[in-house]
Each structure stands twice: as C-alpha cells, then as structure tokens.
C-alpha cells in the first residue's frame, strides 16, 4: 500500500494576517524600547558632565544612575575613591579645591539596557548631598530638565524630539517639595 505524501498545513488568511500584525507590532516595540533605552543612558550622559552639574571634586557629577526603583541619595564621597583623595578647603565663601587637587568626572554606575515601554524608569543622583549641589548656583541641571539655555548642547527637551521621531512619550519630571515640616514631604511631577 502507497503512503500518502504528508501535505503542508496551511494557514488561513486571517491567521497569516494576525500573524504579520504580531510581528509588526513586535518589532515596533523592540525598536521603540531600544530608542527609550538609549535616550536614558544619554541623559544620564549629558548629567554626568560639568556642562550640565554642578562640580568641585566631580563625586555628584559623577553618581547620577537609572533604574526601576527611586534612586537614593545615600553615599557619602568620602567612602569612595578617587573622590575620597580630593582635597577640598573651607572658605567664607563656601568650598573649593585645595591647591593642586582636581576634579574626577566618571558615570559610577552603569545604564542598564533593561528598560520596557510602560515601566517607570527614575534617574536620579546617589550622592548624600544631592539636594544642595541641586541648588548649588554652578547647576544647570534645572535648565536642562526645562529644554533651556545653558551650557549644554540640547536640553531635555530637543532630546526627547531627537530620540522619540516617530511619537513623543508620556515623559514627567518630578521631585520632592519638603513643607515647613519634614513629614510634609511631597513629590511633583511636570509633563515635559
């Protein structure tokens, strides 16, 4: 007796077009998330430079970070080297260098390539003293986060255009607002 040939199955219509639906929709979500992922490992970049943060050793320059929980601002220069070798001196005007010191610029912390469309991604700044080198008048990280003027090349703003061509993300700036009293801490967002 003669075998039949094993003839292919085909696929319906319908199912060859859901099929080509899924993996456009696929790829679109791998180009758009490589695009999200390579924007934030730019703005971490752009901070972690004197153009846009404020410097005297470079430690805060150097501890901004992303990542998928709230970044805190923990880590104390001194327990970290080279910055803990940088010698600085009190003046009545404030801190500077000590003569011949100079400062250290290097990304502490590597950007994870992690990131997917619809999680909250948080870019912040580890350094202890984070909140008043924020404040400090040689910061520019404020006129970045606002697209402004500055010595910097694009601010956020031009970024997110740069990056994001084909439609622009849900993207907010938020920080904490601390009341008269500390339990009155509070977090605000501005959609960019």
Do not use: C, H
């Not at 011949?100 to 997917?116: C, E, H, L, M, N």
């Amino acid at each position: 007796m003669a075998r039949r040939s094993a003839t292919p199955r085909r696929l319906s219509t319908k199912s060859k077009a859901n099929a080509f639906t899924k993996q456009i929709l696929d790829d679109f979500e791998d180009e758009v998330e490589a695009q999200l992922n390579g924007f934030i490992a730019a703005v971490v970049s752009d901070l972690t430079s004197k153009k846009v943060s404020p410097v005297l050793t470079g430690f805060f320059a150097s501890s901004w970070k992303a990542g998928k929980s709230i970044i805190n601002e923990e880590d104390a220069r001194e327990r970290f080297s080279p910055w803990s070798s940088i010698k600085t001196i009190g003046t009545p005007n404030g801190i500077k260098l000590a003569p011949g010191q100079k400062p250290y610029i290097k990304q502490r912390f590597a950007v994870p390539k992690t990131f997917k469309l619809n999680e909250t991604v948080y870019v912040g700044n580890s350094a202890k003293y984070a909140p008043q080198a924020l404040f400090s008048p040689k910061s520019s990280v404020f006129a970045y986060l606002a697209g402004g003027a500055g010595n910097f090349r694009e601010g956020l703003s031009q970024k997110i255009d740069r990056f994001f061509t084909d439609k622009r993300p849900n993207i907010s700036v938020g920080g904490d607002y601390i009341g008269s009293n500390v339990k009155d801490v509070q977090t605000q967002y501005q959609n960019l």
